[in-house]
């Protein structure tokens, strides 16, 4: 608490500064500055300070040095509030109950034909219905885990900026009066940091928030993006994205339905079944976002030309920093993280490609036109492209897709889907990048480990060409 009187009973609202910057503000919204100071301020068009404002900057200032305010380098609360505001741009209806029952008997007919196409088993299911809002709640703390290495960088590489001003500041050296009553520079930027670091936090839950609320408005389903990003044995579909998805497509809404929950149904399994796929793509994310070089030349850029008497400053440092803040060229080991992450990537979404084809093509009379429509959505990357881009730096596409699938079409049809289910029992035992590169030498060495190409070989081989050739891959 500041020694100097209040006369008018008013709260203080520089009381719990630091007591240099406190005192600063004082003077200042009182109009007491040191001659040389003031000088220096109506050269920069400074001479009249709103004390109101610099009041609200004072408010602004107390919130963020708050031990209590402060939510780590992401804020999830301030991420889901922004995330659900952009989700209802468009308009976000609650799930009406006959919904809701359509996706519950859409996911048991899912079950029943799964059962006879895969080993993997059922489990247990939560069967939903979510409004976008819905996704978001449940999917918001998942992403904040993925960005928290990047955000704590970026707060980190603004701290060594702030630092960095500081030491050029000291060194070319302070003239007479540049501070009010022998302020010490260092004190404020000490104070600064915190309030820099609240600032990043502000930053990256925004852009969370804007990222998560635009694919709310986009996915069909809770791991549409194949990222374990619900509960565990939860199947979520999200009818109000499955009816913009079916506008254009000449096929029933009801076998839209049910095609798009037998994939989420699988990929539901697979990430139940299969304990280390879940983790596997997580960490792979996480280690490229880890290893995330930030831009610093532009954060110096951002906060060299700052005025810190305009109590907008934090506003304008914000849009400054805001965007794509990394660096252009990848480290070697974000290039081994990519690498893992698009082949295990391809390999899920591959898998439930092959899995969903054989539990519907002979029950969905437009399954060949439903599966179409959902590689081409794929391809185009759209929201979920943009989402990765700017909260890891990377764009992300399982680029070796068809590939995968032809690898699990092949080794099904050599030793049967108990084996092709074999397949993800160990990550050792799993397809890698190079097996994708060689179909038919990966099928011939796990199922008989070796020996030269037969008959079959040949023709898997002619199978694959002419679908290499047809897609032009």
């Not at 109950?97 to 859409?106: L, T």
């Not at 879940?278 to 906060?303: F, H, K, M, N």
């Amino acid at each position: 608490m500041s020694d100097q009187p209040n006369p008018t009973g008013t709260p203080d609202p520089f009381d719990g500064l630091p007591p240099e910057l406190a005192d600063m503000l004082r003077s200042m919204a009182a109009g007491r500055l040191d001659p040389a100071m003031a000088q220096m301020m109506e050269q920069l068009g400074m001479a009249q300070l709103d004390p109101a404002m610099l009041a609200v900057a004072g408010q602004q200032l107390q919130a963020m040095l708050r031990p209590t305010a402060d939510a780590g380098p992401v804020d999830v609360e301030q991420a889901t509030a922004v995330a659900r505001s952009a989700a209802a741009v468009d308009g976000d209806p609650s799930v009406l109950e006959a919904r809701r029952r359509e996706v519950a008997e859409a996911a048991r007919v899912a079950r029943l034909w799964l059962d006879s196409v895969t080993e993997l088993p059922a489990h247990d299911v939560d069967a939903v219905a979510w409004s976008r809002a819905e996704w978001v709640e449940a999917t918001v703390p998942v992403w904040g885990e993925l960005v928290t290495p990047v955000a704590t960088g970026v707060a980190d590489a603004v701290g060594r900026a702030l630092r960095g001003q500081l030491d050029r500041l000291t060194d070319a050296g302070l003239p007479p009066g540049a501070t009010p009553g022998g302020l010490d520079p260092t004190a404020i930027v000490g104070a600064m940091e915190p309030v820099m670091r609240r600032l990043s936090s502000a930053m990256f839950s925004l852009e969370l928030g804007q990222a998560v609320g635009g694919l709310a408005g986009h996915v069909v389903s809770g791991t549409e993006v194949a990222l374990p990003l619900v509960p565990a044995r939860t199947v979520a579909m999200i009818p109000s994205n499955i009816d913009a998805f079916a506008e254009g497509l000449e096929v029933d809404p009801a076998e839209l339905l049910i095609y798009l929950t037998v994939r989420e149904s699988a990929r539901a399994r697979l990430f139940a079944g299969v304990p280390w796929v879940g983790p596997g793509l997580l960490a792979a994310v996480r280690a490229y976002a880890g290893d995330i070089r930030i831009d610093t030349d532009r954060i110096e850029s951002a906060l060299q030309d700052i005025d810190p008497g305009d109590p907008s400053a934090m506003s304008a440092i914000q849009e400054r920093l805001s965007g794509n803040l990394f660096s252009a060229q990848p480290s070697p080991a974000q290039k081994a993280a990519l690498t893992r992450l698009e082949t295990l990537l391809a390999l899920v979404e591959g898998w439930v490609d092959v899995v969903t084809d054989r539990a519907t093509r002979h029950q969905l009379p437009d399954a060949a036109a439903l599966g179409e429509a959902v590689r081409r959505r794929r391809a185009t990357g759209g929201p979920t492209e943009q989402a990765f881009a700017h909260l890891v730096g990377l764009e992300l596409r399982p680029r070796r897709l068809r590939d995968a699938a032809n690898l699990w079409a092949a080794l099904e049809d050599r030793a049967g889907q108990a084996r092709r289910d074999e397949a993800w029992h160990h990550p050792d035992l799993a397809p890698t990048a190079e097996d994708l590169d060689d179909i038919l030498g990966y099928v011939e060495r796990v199922t008989s480990g070796g020996g030269a190409p037969d008959a079959l070989d040949t023709e898997l081989e002619a199978l694959l060409d002419a679908e290499r050739g047809s897609t032009g891959e």
